[in-house]
């Protein structure tokens, strides 16, 4: 059964740890992340990007596999099916395909209409029991479309939207999607606790996780991180899998092109960058 994201994050914010939440694109994905979590006995966010879920031919669809699959599995770690970067319109999309929790950025409007809108839509999820991310400042790079600009969010408007009644919030502080450049700047720890220190007890969001060092992801956690997003790296290990499956003539040998056999070892590849991840954000053993 999916559920919501609100018990997993307060147990995160308050033993010190992060959620993972990893973006599913396909049936594979889906498998090895879920699989991850049971083995490590991890609760689990999977994400879902409007680009996602349009490939997967619609939210419906994916909230039908991703159900059926927790079942199918035998998963018993708590696992929350969440939207990403959701648009107002998305968000209903979602609500009504059964998904446990919805992000709403609003990061893009200005401060009022994101207030109003994330007001509103906390009053929905309350009433289905469903948890709701939101955001503040923005996250640089690009996600599926996504475009920010990367600018530090300001803790008076994070006080505003944590006062609403959200269940967790993504806060730009200098991160950003994809790759990290050379030139990065680094996570603004400064932000992040004048954030927290206006917010209390909210667990907050780190988006980006690909390619961020341990040692700051370890310090966002001390300042109140409490759930951490990755999707490029999952992407990454995936496709150079695929690759070296290829390259070495692996699909040209006997039955080699099957898929089932083509795509396992970037299925394997995920789960190996899952738990990567699950043993740095701490999470491993918390279900
Ligand atoms: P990365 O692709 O940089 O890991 O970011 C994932 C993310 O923040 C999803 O919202």
Excluded at 25 to 43: C, G, H, I, M, Q
Excluded at 141 to 148: A, F, R, T, Y
Excluded at 173 to 188: D, Q, V
Aim: net charge negative; glycine share 12%; hydrophobic share 40%.
């Amino acid at each position: 059964m999916l559920v919501n994201a609100k018990d997993m994050l307060t147990k995160a914010k308050a033993g010190k740890y992060a959620v993972g939440q990893f973006n599913i694109n396909n049936l594979e994905w889906t498998r090895a992340v879920l699989e991850t979590a049971e083995e490590l006995r991890s609760p689990v966010i999977l994400g879902v990007s409007a680009g996602a879920g349009k490939y997967m031919t619609g939210f419906k669809t994916v909230a039908a596999m991703v159900d059926a699959m927790v079942d199918s599995l035998g998963i018993t770690v708590p696992v929350a099916l969440h939207l990403d970067h959701g648009t107002y319109e998305d968000c209903y999309k979602c609500i009504e395909a059964g998904f446990s929790s919805i992000m709403f950025d609003g990061s893009h409007y200005p401060i009022e209409e994101n207030i109003e809108k994330t007001k509103e839509l906390v009053a929905v999820c309350a009433e289905k029991n469903m948890s709701l991310e939101a955001e503040v400042g923005s996250i640089g790079g690009e996600e599926d479309g996504v475009v920010g600009a990367g600018e530090c969010a300001d803790p008076a408007e994070c006080k505003m939207i944590a006062d609403l009644g959200v269940t967790m919030l993504a806060a730009g502080i200098g991160n950003i999607h994809g790759k990290y450049p050379e030139n990065w700047a680094g996570l603004s720890f400064e932000t992040l606790d004048a954030i927290q220190q206006q917010t209390g007890d909210m667990p907050l969001v780190l988006h980006g996780g690909t390619g961020i060092p341990a040692e700051m992801i370890q310090k966002a956690i001390s300042l109140g991180v409490a759930k951490i997003n990755v999707n490029t790296e999952c992407q990454l290990s995936f496709a150079a899998a695929v690759r070296e499956y290829i390259e070495a003539g692996k699909d040209l040998q006997g039955k080699g092109f099957d898929p089932r056999k083509l795509l396992a070892p970037g299925t394997a590849a995920i789960k190996a960058t899952v738990k990567e991840k699950m043993e740095l954000f701490g999470s491993v053993g918390k279900a």
